[in-house]
């Protein structure tokens, strides 16, 4: 057992669904970035998170990683031309800081895939929001996105 202190669950709002969301394009922003070592300790990843700005799934966070610094070169690659396609979406062609990415909202297209007996989701891209767009931004799209 352990002591739960003065914890009052009448004071804290109940966490919310935690299911996978449902493949297709969001409107997201950064809201966090950190340089973290990789399990092997040999190289380090940029975690990012991303929160859904509005629609249904507002404030629902998606988490990506880029392997920035690895001794797989492919890696590295997908990394940065990951990191390519966030500065291309956020309009930051050349950032000195991961921060200056944050809280510019952006579309964030997701898929669905099965981890462990789980369905979990995973970032599979990133584009500018367009200005010109009608529909829902939280809502899947039909059009193909520029990296289809």
């Known amino acids: 057992m352990a002591s739960l202190g003065s914890f009052d669950a009448t004071q804290v709002a109940p966490a919310g669904d935690r299911s996978a969301l449902p493949a297709g394009e969001y409107k997201a922003s950064v809201i966090n970035s950190e340089m973290k070592p990789t399990k092997d300790g040999k190289g380090q990843f940029l975690e990012i998170v991303l929160e859904i700005v509005d629609g249904q799934y507002k404030g629902r966070r998606l988490w990506d990683r880029l392997n920035l610094v690895n001794a797989n070169a492919q890696a590295v690659e997908i ?43 995973e970032v599979k891209g990133y584009k500018k929001l367009s200005t010109q767009t009608t529909a829902p931004s939280s809502a899947v799209t039909t059009e193909k996105a520029p990296w289809e």
């Not at 500065?87 to 930051?92: L, R, S, Y």
């Not at 809280?103 to 979990?120: F, H, L, S």
């Open 79 to 121: 990394a940065k031309a990951t990191l390519s396609a966030i500065c291309h979406a956020t309009g930051i062609m050349q950032p000195k800081d991961s921060g200056q990415l944050h809280n510019i909202p952006m579309i964030v297209r997701v898929a669905c895939r099965q981890y462990n007996g789980d369905t979990t989701n």
